[in-house]
């Protein structure tokens, strides 16, 4: 396995790495604002670069159960939130491939 280079992004607003500024996203891939984590607000993105994916499993959440990934940092290796997989309930479908992103774990880049 050959190095892994980080991804850089560009636009108005960048979000990244609490921990260590690493890019994640940015502000035009965030598809919902209104979604909780367990360190409180968090947002649905499109699309996130820089992370490593955990194994998937099971959970009961509140809008059903799904199979979803932990998803960490690539840079440091801290928990910023998950993957959705697989959604049971048909009106939860659009979650599947999509990803949370915690507000407590985040900051601005740019």
């Not at 919902?32 to 649905?44: M, T």
């Not at 960490?72 to 928990?79: I, L």
Request: charged share 25%; aromatic share 10%.
């Amino acid at each position: 396995m050959g190095l892994s280079y980080n991804t850089y992004l560009s636009g108005d607003k960048i979000y990244g790495c609490k921990n260590c500024k690493t890019h994640l996203s940015t502000h035009d891939e965030i598809i919902s604002r209104n979604f909780r984590g367990q360190h409180g607000k968090a947002f649905l993105f499109n699309s996130v670069v820089n992370i490593d994916c955990g194994e998937p499993s099971e959970r009961n959440m509140t809008t059903g159960r799904h199979i979803v990934r932990d998803i960490a940092c690539r840079q440091c290796k801290e928990t910023v939130g998950w993957k959705y997989d697989k959604a049971y309930e048909k009106t939860e479908l659009y979650k599947e491939g999509k990803y949370i992103l915690e507000a407590e774990l985040l900051c601005t880049v740019s």
